[in-house]
């Protein structure tokens, strides 16, 4: 059973930090092909924030550029979501998803193209 599991949000001043995890479980390389991160914000689509293949090449989108990184430790199957610069327009549910194929140009951006997701965690960034 595949599971990914985020944790690591919470609350923080803007200016502030936050590191998001996503352990995954029952979904190996080489089938884990592509892991993004997601969020969602009240009364908007969920929108991509960046992903890493199975070669550790990342994506990131213009809106989060130079604030966001996104790394992983395969040893735990973990990605991380570094999130720096923290703004108010930042608050959102923040989503991990895995897909089984290989993600071409922008196509990692779309939700359609994952196989499976995570919960979700909350962000609240104040000002």
């Known amino acids: 059973q595949v599971q990914l599991v985020e944790s690591g949000g919470g609350s923080v001043q803007a200016g502030g930090s936050l590191r998001l995890s996503c352990t995954v479980s029952g979904f190996a390389y080489p089938n884990r092909k592509f892991m993004a991160w997601f969020r969602q914000s009240p009364g908007k689509e969920r929108e991509g924030i960046g992903g890493?293949?199975?070669?550790?090449?990342?994506s990131v989108a213009d809106s989060v550029k130079g604030r966001f990184t996104i790394s992983k430790d395969n040893a735990s199957n973990t990605l991380y979501l570094q999130m720096g610069s923290l703004e108010p327009e930042d608050t959102a549910m923040y989503y991990c998803a895995a897909r089984t194929r290989m993600c071409i140009g922008d196509s990692w951006k779309s939700t359609s193209n994952y196989d499976y997701w995570g919960r979700g965690n909350q962000v609240t960034v104040s000002s």
């Open positions: 890493m293949d199975s070669s550790d090449d990342t």
